[in-house]
């Protein structure tokens, strides 16, 4: 090896490179560099002995004080349901007509409900609970089944013609399909339930569908056409529709029924929570 050669400008090593007569300075690293490094050096060291760092096969170095978000995280959460543990108990005993005048609790309850609700009920109901056809608005204050606090706590638990033994059931006879009813019949009575709610309807015909009103259908709708909640048949007088308003989807609702299904949620949610989304839809504005 040849002697290291000085540049005479700067006083600075060179590597014996040369192009052209241009020289390869070898300039030391600055001191604070050197420094960084070796102190990351043994930080990353330390780290390696200290924390979970290397992967094994199926496994990984733990690192001497064991620590793990995963756990760290699991003790937040358990100190969090520790601290709602009150809650929940209170929630459970609670007769839900009385919930509201506990501020903690019903805030408890409605701040659940609604993250309840939007996983498990807005994909029928809509994100703000104004459904669709055929699956109900829940924010107006007409019910099929009835909006006092218990009944929507009955219906969410159980169901509408669930699997539920508990579940609601009630079924409009399907009245072409089940050859109870002709079809100028259907159209007829079609045409009086329009004319409780709509001027300019054929009178005509509205007047012999009354009477066949009074004789295949008030037994579930009332003798006035205001519904039932007990076996969830909706008021015909109030232009508000489950399935929709126009002549031909009135005639298919008589002619096949309809008996659309409401899961039962007591298997697959805890009561506190089926209690929180009860307390939830009662509060959107239609409750009783
Ligand atoms: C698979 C669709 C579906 C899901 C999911 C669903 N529902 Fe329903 N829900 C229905 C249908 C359909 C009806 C109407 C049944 C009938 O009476 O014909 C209904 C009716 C209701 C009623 C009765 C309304 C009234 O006017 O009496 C309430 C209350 C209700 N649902 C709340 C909920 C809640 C709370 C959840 C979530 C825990 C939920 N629903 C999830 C389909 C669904
Ligand atoms: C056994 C009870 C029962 C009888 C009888 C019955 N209905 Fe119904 N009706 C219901 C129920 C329950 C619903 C709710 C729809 C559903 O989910 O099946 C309903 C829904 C309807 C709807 C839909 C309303 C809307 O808002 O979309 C119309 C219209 C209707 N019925 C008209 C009639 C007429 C007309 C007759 C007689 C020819 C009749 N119903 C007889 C139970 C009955």
Redesign the pocket.
């Known amino acids: 090896m040849s002697e290291v050669e000085k540049d005479e400008v700067s006083g600075t090593d060179t590597t014996g490179h040369e192009w052209d007569g241009i020289k390869e300075l070898d300039t030391p690293m600055p001191r604070w560099w050197l420094w960084s490094w070796y102190i990351s050096i043994v930080w990353a060291i330390g780290y390696w002995i200290v924390m979970p760092a290397w992967p094994l096969v199926s496994d990984y170095t733990k690192g001497v004080i064991g620590y793990s978000s995963r756990a760290e995280f699991h003790a937040e959460m358990s100190e969090v349901e520790a601290g709602r543990a009150h809650l929940i108990k209170a929630l459970g005993d609670a007769e839900l007509g009385e919930v509201k005048a506990n501020a903690e609790l019903y805030q408890f309850a409605l701040s659940g409900g609604r993250s309840n ?1 939007a996983v ?2 807005s ?3 809509g994100s703000g609970a104004q459904g669709s056809a ?3 608005n ?1 924010n107006d204050d ?5 909006g006092s606090i218990d009944d ?1 706590y009955q ?2 638990k159980y169901g ?1 013609r669930s699997d539920h033994d508990e579940t609601r059931t009630g079924e409009m006879p399907a009245f072409i399909r089940d050859e109870i009813l002709e079809k100028d019949q259907v159209r007829d009575v079609a045409e009086y339930v329009l004319s409780l709610s709509q001027d300019g309807r054929d009178t005509k015909a509205a007047e012999r569908g009354k009477e066949v009103f009074a004789e295949e259908c008030t037994a579930c709708h009332g003798d006035d056409a205001t519904g039932s909640t007990e076996l ?1 048949a909706p008021n015909l007088k109030d232009a508000i529709w489950f399935y929709g308003g126009d002549k031909d989807t009135i005639v298919k609702t008589i002619s096949n029924g ?1 008996a ?4 039962s ?1 007591t298997d697959r949610l805890d009561d506190t929570v089926v209690r929180q ?1 009860s307390l939830y ?1 009662h509060s959107l504005g239609g409750g009783q």
Do not use: A, K, S
């Open positions: 609700y498990n009920c994909q029928c109901h055929g699956f109900p829940l007409e019910w099929l089944w009835g929507i219906t969410v509408i969830g309809r659309n299904v409401m899961p949620w989304i839809i």
